[in-house]
Nanobody
Framework: QVQLVESGGGLVQAGGSLRLSCVAS????????MAWFRQAPGKEREFLAR????????FYADSVKARFTISRDRAKNTLYLQMNNLKVDDTAVYYC????????????????????WGKGTQVTVSS
């Protein structure tokens, strides 16, 4: 079992920045690929970014590629999401997730590829 706890959400004005954190406990955090998703009211959960076990390999959804950065601190068992130039449309609950390696990028963007999820942290961007 892996327990994931997100933090760092809040209210920010458009154009501002936030850094989300996700602290892992339980099984070895470093065994898992990690990802961030978000879910806005009335919408499906959306993939944002994923990072490899080493932290070297990353990829992003096109919608956030130029603005968000995923990283991990293996010593602190912590995953991060740096979000810059936030937009009103970024308002959502943000979730971290842990899972094994996948054969394809498409699979890695699917919620079914992840075994463990946090409860989420709310991000609200005002105009």
């Amino acid at each position: 079992q892996v327990q994931l706890v997100e933090s760092g959400g809040g209210l920010v004005q458009a154009g501002g920045s936030l850094r989300l954190s996700c602290v892992a406990s339980g099984r070895d955090f470093n065994d898992f690929y990690m990802a961030w998703f978000r879910q806005a009211p009335g919408k499906e959960r959306e993939f944002l970014a994923r990072i490899s076990t080493s932290g070297v390999g990353t990829f992003y959804a096109d919608s956030v590629k130029a603005r968000f950065t995923i990283s991990r601190d293996r010593a602190k068992n912590t995953l991060y999401l740096q979000m810059n130039n936030l937009k009103v449309d970024d308002t959502a609950v943000y979730y971290c997730a842990a899972g094994p390696a996948t054969a394809t990028t498409a699979r890695a963007m699917n919620i079914g590829a992840y075994s463990y999820w946090g409860k989420g942290t709310q991000v609200t961007v005002s105009s």
